[in-house]
């Protein structure tokens, strides 16, 4: 599969149009310095110890400009849940179309969700910490998160819809359970920060397809013990 563009992706409306002009691009600009400025703090110092002052020192901006694309440091947060949600978008509609096999298709969607995540293992612990002590996130990240398993509930019909997940269980759960998995594999690596990411959730994914998979029917031929 085509891999998706990153960078575009920091834009929660999915990227500047082509032929954006030049003031849209240094705003961009501005945004993605101030976006990739805060994940790199708050991997390094935690999501509470980080100040708007240090994302705007880090990212060379004047503290005043912070607040004109965010309105504070939890909506950078917010941000990068958006970001992610673009590539779950992307890949609903790729699959509408694509002929790739759902297997290799949840493979790549589970490599590209982790892709930032995977450079930096503080990042997911802070990315938690931010989740778990503020009630601002909190609530927002519940609704993206059923945004989310919807999207991923789409993705597991289309599966269904081809034969290549078993229809006796929702749609809906299967996504949960690809998720939960997702999740808490990154949630379990992130303690080690190893190179191993990619081993993990291709080894995750293997023994849990073989819940997703129809089951074979039963012949009448069959042998009776």
Do not use: C
């Amino acid at each position: 599969m085509t891999e998706l563009n990153e960078q575009q992706l920091i834009e929660t409306g999915g990227g500047l149009p082509e032929g954006a002009d030049r003031r849209s691009r240094r705003s961009a600009e501005t945004r993605e310095r101030l976006f990739l400025a805060a994940m790199g703090l708050f991997a390094e110092k935690g999501f509470a110890e980080t100040t708007v002052e240090d994302i705007t020192n880090a990212a060379d901006v004047g503290k005043g400009t912070f607040f004109n694309y965010f309105p504070s440091k939890e909506h950078l947060l917010i941000a990068f849940s958006d970001m992610q949600l673009g590539k779950m978008e992307r890949f609903v509609e790729y699959a509408r179309s694509s002929k790739e096999p759902m297997r290799e298709f949840f493979r790549s969607l589970s490599q590209q969700l982790t892709a930032e995540p995977a450079k930096k293992p503080d990042m997911v612990r802070a990315l938690l910490q931010a989740n778990l002590s503020s009630p601002t996130v909190r609530d927002v990240m519940r609704k993206k998160n059923a945004h989310g398993e919807g999207l991923m509930a789409q993705l597991v019909q289309i599966g269904q819809d081809r034969g290549e997940f078993r229809r006796d269980v929702p749609a809906v759960e299967i996504a949960r359970v690809f998720r939960q998995m997702t999740f808490g594999t990154l949630l379990l690596w992130s303690v080690y920060g190893d190179d191993s990411l990619a081993e993990r959730l291709e080894r995750a994914i293997d023994i849990l397809w073989t819940g997703f998979v129809p089951r074979e029917p039963v012949t009448s031929g069959a042998a009776k013990s």
